[in-house]
Every structure is written in structure tokens, then in C-alpha cells.
């Protein structure tokens, strides 16, 4: 979608600038140069790219045998997913850049848009910073407790303890949502809404400001300004210490009753393995005890017929 959007846009801009001054125009935008053969070739790249990931997902759910020609389209898959990815980040760098070189241009209209980005990069920074800061805290707090703890658990080694202790309190924290997945997934979902919030400015500005005015263009620029801070302070900026230790507190106390259920387990689950083993021991010590109670009487009935067949 993406690619296609930079296509349709290459399309309109080239044939704007080409057909500007241009008396015929109904002619000029029918006309088809070497600039506009590149956003066919990329929308046939598109194409190309669609049915072959339907191909490839479809195979794959109806478990068709790994062979060559699968083995082959499996192959064009991840080169043309990465052919399209790459084309998708070097399009926005261009965007991007494009958007700067803009400010130098036309100031007025293009400034609100370089300061939309440059907010939507520094409040996801912030955001982000805010979550791995709050992560942090909370596994100190929560290995804190777990060091206390362990010493009232005496029934379960101590290398498996660890061992158990670890992995839970990784998954604990990604239930939670305080894994770094999750917390990119945040970030992300958080530079999604901003956009659009940037994005719907845009539109107003575009329908009732003119681009061109120099009044309209601080206008507007301190309206993206005043959203991108208070973007900053609503939900990216830390909260107070007292705010912050409480959840924290929280947060550790969850995790803690999740670990706690999951140790309470494993100690019933030990306890359990110890009985039957002390069981199976003590019936594989009653066998021995009744083999060997058994073997003179079988020596003495050995005996009587050896001597049955001497007589």
C-alpha cells in the first residue's frame, strides 16, 4: 500500500510540474514519459509480490510437501519481501528528506510537516524511554522479592529454583506487557495515533488555511508544536516519583502472585515426585527381599530331586 501511494504520488506530482504552464493539458496529462514508466513498473512489482505471498501462505496452510518448485517460490518470496520492504523505508527517508529540503523552499506551507516529524520521532523516543525505564524498575523490585522469598522454599533445589524463577519472571513481565516486543508494539501503536492526529491537521489546514500565507504558516506550525508537547506530557513524559513507585509497587505485587502461584505448584509437583519415589523404592526393596526369601526353598526342592533321581 505504501509503494502504491508512492506511485500514485510521483504520478500526480510529475505530471502537476510538467503540465503547468503547458496550453494543452488535457494532452500534456495524457502523455506518457520515462519518468511515469516507473510507478507502472512498481505497481506491477506490487502485483507480482501480492499473488505470490497468496501462493506462498496458501501452501503453506494446506501443508503442500516441501519440494523444489516450493522450495523455489519460497525463495521469490523473501526476495521480493525484501525488495518491497527496502523500497518501503528508502521511500519514507525520501519523504522525509524531500520534507526538509521543502522547508528551505517554501517555508510557510512546509514547516508544520518537518515539525510533525520531528515530534512524532522525539515523543516516541521519550515513550519508549519511559517503558524501558519503568521495566527496569519494576525486575529490580521484583528480584528483590524473589531473593526474600527464596529462602522460605527449602523442598526445591537450588539451581532449579533459578532456573524456574528466571523464566517465569520473564513471562510474567511479558503478560504484563513489559517485554521489549511489547513495549515496541506500544510505541508503535502510540506513532500510529499521532500521525493521524498530525494527519487530520493537515487536512484542516489544507481546506480552510492558504499554504501560501505567512500568518497561516506560524499559525499552523504552533498548533503542531502545542500537540507534539502535549502528546509529550499526556503520555510520554514520567510522572511524578510517588506516582511512579506505586506502580511500580503494583506491578511487582502481580508479578509476585504469579510467581508465587507457579512456585506453590512446583513444590506440590516436587513433593509428589519424592512420595512415589519413596514408594517405587520401597517396592523394589520388598522384591529384592522376597527373590532372596525365595531362593533356598528352591535350592532345597533342587536338592530333594537330585536325590530322588540318584535313589
Known amino acids: 500500500l505504501q509503494i502504491h501511494i508512492i506511485a500514485a504520488q510521483i504520478t500526480s506530482a510529475y505530471r502537476a510540474s510538467k503540465c503547468e504552464f503547458r496550453p494543452d493539458v488535457c494532452r500534456c496529462l495524457s502523455e506518457v514519459d520515462g519518468v511515469l514508466q516507473i510507478p507502472i513498473i512498481l505497481n506491477v512489482l506490487i502485483y507480482i509480490y501480492f499473488w505470490v505471498a497468496m501462493l506462498e501462505i496458501g501452501l503453506y496452510y494446506l501443508a503442500v510437501p516441501y519440494t523444489l518448485p516450493r522450495r523455489i517460490l519460497r525463495h521469490v518470496f523473501y526476495f521480493l519481501f525484501f525488495l518491497m520492504a527496502a523500497m518501503g523505508i528508502v521511500g519514507v527517508l525520501v519523504v522525509v528528506l524531500f520534507i526538509f529540503l521543502g522547508i528551505l523552499i517554501k517555508p510557510t506551507h512546509l514547516t508544520p510537516y518537518g515539525i510533525a516529524l520531528i515530534g512524532i520521532v522525539a515523543c516516541c523516543a521519550s515513550f519508549y524511554a519511559?517503558?524501558?525505564?519503568?521495566?527496569?524498575?519494576?525486575?529490580?523490585?521484583?528480584?528483590?522479592?524473589?531473593?526474600?522469598?527464596?529462602?522460605?522454599?527449602?523442598?526445591?533445589?537450588?539451581?532449579?529454583?533459578?532456573?524456574?524463577?528466571?523464566?517465569?519472571?520473564?513471562?510474567?513481565m511479558s503478560h504484563q506487557g513489559l517485554s521489549i516486543p511489547a513495549i515496541i508494539i506500544q510505541v508503535f501503536i502510540f506513532a500510529v495515533f499521532l500521525s493521524l492526529i498530525f494527519i487530520f491537521l493537515f487536512v484542516g489546514f489544507n481546506a480552510f488555511t492558504d499554504p501560501n500565507s505567512m500568518i497561516s504558516g506560524f499559525i499552523n506550525s504552533f498548533?503542531?508544536?502545542?500537540?507534539?508537547?502535549?502528546?509529550?506530557?499526556?503520555?510520554?513524559?514520567?510522572?511524578?516519583?510517588?506516582?511512579?513507585?506505586?506502580?511500580?509497587?503494583e506491578m511487582t505485587d502481580k508479578i509476585m502472585r504469579t510467581l508465587q502461584r507457579v512456585l506453590k505448584m512446583v513444590k506440590s509437583q516436587i513433593e509428589l515426585a519424592m512420595r512415589l519415589f519413596q514408594e517405587m523404592k520401597k517396592d523394589?526393596?520388598?522384591?529384592?527381599?522376597?527373590?532372596?526369601e525365595m531362593q533356598p526353598h528352591g535350592a532345597i526342592e533342587d536338592a530333594k530331586s537330585e536325590v530322588s533321581s540318584s535313589t
Open 130 to 172: 519511559k517503558l524501558v525505564k519503568f521495566q527496569t524498575r519494576v525486575q529490580r523490585a521484583v528480584r528483590k522479592r524473589v531473593a526474600a522469598e527464596k529462602g522460605k522454599i527449602k523442598d526445591v533445589p537450588i539451581q532449579l529454583l533459578d532456573v524456574l524463577i528466571d523464566k517465569n519472571i520473564e513471562q510474567a
Open 223 to 249: 498548533i503542531c508544536i502545542l500537540v507534539a508537547f502535549a502528546a509529550q506530557q499526556t503520555v510520554a513524559k514520567d510522572g511524578d516519583d510517588e506516582d511512579v513507585k506505586d506502580q511500580v509497587e
Open 284 to 292: 523394589a526393596h520388598g522384591g529384592s527381599l522376597g527373590e532372596s
